[in-house]
């Protein structure tokens, strides 16, 4: 069965430094892969998508992914931290009409 | 603006009164999604439409149904809603599945109590 595993619940990281949100997939094929945040009480916004092609892809706010065939992995990177940034971020898979998403990450940013 | 627009936002009911969280884009998509939400689960998929009148079972399709009879609306129907079903509702649209450049946009979400 198709899963998508962040495996860290909950991350703590210092404004300004860099953070780097884990995603493992295992599917039978590769799947689109994606990256979206959530801020409490609201909806999923996209921050980036990769459906083939270059293996890093660049999103929102500043967010990148790096797409590893070989990890099956798609981690999310940002060089520097903002406060904004926190929030729960979640990963998922989607293939053949059928969507999975991670448990999510959430994101705590210390002043 | 384009969006995805569901209602209620917040719903209280009781156990086995049928209910219906409506669900409608205005962006012309093929493709809409039910998602629920629960703390420590993520989203989990429970119904999606390709298109009009096509619809199928994600992953805990259980005590829900839906329906496709307009591309625009895709309600959600708790025929007997249990307390189970408390949960985070959202609803997603995707341009297509048929074309390479699949994303969802997603509804600011219902917050159902089965009491």
């Known amino acids: 069965a198709q899963s998508v595993t962040q495996p860290d619940i909950h991350i703590t990281v210092s404004e300004g430094a860099s953070l780097e949100l884990r995603c493992n997939y295992s599917?039978?094929?590769?799947?689109?892969l994606f990256w979206y945040v959530q801020s409490p009480g609201q909806g999923l916004q996209l921050l980036l998508k990769y459906f083939s092609g270059d293996t890093l892809v660049q999103g929102i706010k500043g967010f990148e992914a790096e797409f590893k065939r070989s990890q099956s992995s798609f981690n999310l990177r940002k060089p520097s931290v903002h406060w904004s940034d926190a929030a729960e971020y979640f990963c998922a898979g989607y293939y053949a009409g059928k969507s999975t998403f991670g448990d999510g990450t959430t994101l705590t940013v210390k002043p | 603006e384009a969006q995805v627009t569901q209602n209620p936002r917040y719903l209280i009911t009781v156990t086995g009164k049928k209910l219906t969280v409506t669900c409608s884009q205005n962006m012309n998509h093929e493709y809409m999604s039910w998602y629920r939400q629960d703390p420590g689960l993520g989203l989990r998929q429970i119904y999606y439409?390709?298109?009009?009148?096509?619809?199928d079972k994600g992953d805990v399709p259980e005590g829900y149904k839906v329906s496709r009879k307009e591309k625009r609306n895709f309600p959600l129907i708790l025929e007997s809603p249990s307390p189970n079903q408390t949960s985070l509702y959202f609803c997603?649209?995707?341009?297509?599945?048929?074309?390479?450049?699949?994303?969802?946009?997603f509804g600011q979400g219902t917050r159902l109590t089965v009491v």
């Open positions: 997603a649209s995707s341009p297509s599945t048929a074309r390479m450049n699949t994303e969802a946009f």
């Open positions: 599917y039978g094929a590769t799947p689109y």
């Open positions: 439409s390709m298109n009009v009148e096509v619809t």
